[in-house]
């Protein structure tokens, strides 16, 4: 079952079925507030697919899966990231925070986006103009509900600035918080599993037509799992209506490529689908 926030309204796909769910019956917001959210899509979709339908789906008028909820990100959660990382603070002195949050029971979390800032399937990303270096950071990442319960999975771009961060790693906020910074979607898977460790995450890189960067890596890189994840951003954080949360990365393109405004970025994971997204010309 897959989960679409649209123009049109929330819209599931269920067992080959589309069906449009109102807002007065379940509201985006509603369902992470919901103890089960699975459930209560379950049980909207059956009341709604015996009204008539207003509405249908539409590729082009899906909208990110977010409302009101905070978007966080989680880092240094799979080797190769701890190595990039670790390559650009060297000359910083900043390598060895990496290693040390890499092999720590504390994870590294920060925060990425307001709802607002969110950018959905199709629409534009954005490099910071006072960077040099940008790279695409292809994700799982977790809906979660207001009391940590995670129901969902979707498919992230965490932006990043990797200069700026590796200049100093205080400087991660600008690094990875900027307009445009932060893809997701299309929408919301909601298995009744969560995804294998062998669930594979790809990522592509088409310039000028051509690919020009390809990567791939599983589920089963990812050090921390979803759960302590989660447990750590809930342990002193509320959020009211719940809240999605990137899980980290673990492919890493080579130090002398850098995005350019035209690319475009295809983040594919199986059986969650596939984000894409046009690097946007830069702003004057």
Known sequence: MHVYRTTNGMVVEDAGRYVTVPPSELSWDAMFRAADPRAAVAAAVEVAASTP??????????????????????????????????????????????????????PELFFKSTPERVVGHGQPVRLRRDSRWNVPEPELVLAINNTGRIFGFSVGNDMSSRDIEGENPLYLPQAKVYDGACAVGPGLALPAAPPAPQTAINLEIIRDGRPTFAGETTLAQLKRTPEALVAYLYRETSFPNGALLFTGTGIVPPNEFSLLPGDEIRIGITGIGMLVNVVAPSRA
Do not use: H, I
Request: aromatic share 12%; no cysteine; hydrophobic share 35%.
């Open 53 to 106: 339908q207003t509405g249908r789906y539409d590729p082009r008028a899906v909208l990110a899966p977010t409302e009101r909820q905070e978007v966080w990100a989680a880092g240094v959660t799979y080797y190769r990231s701890r190595d990039a990382r670790m390559e650009e603070a060297q000359a910083a002195g900043g390598a060895d925070f990496y290693a040390k949050v890499y092999e720590a029971d504390r």
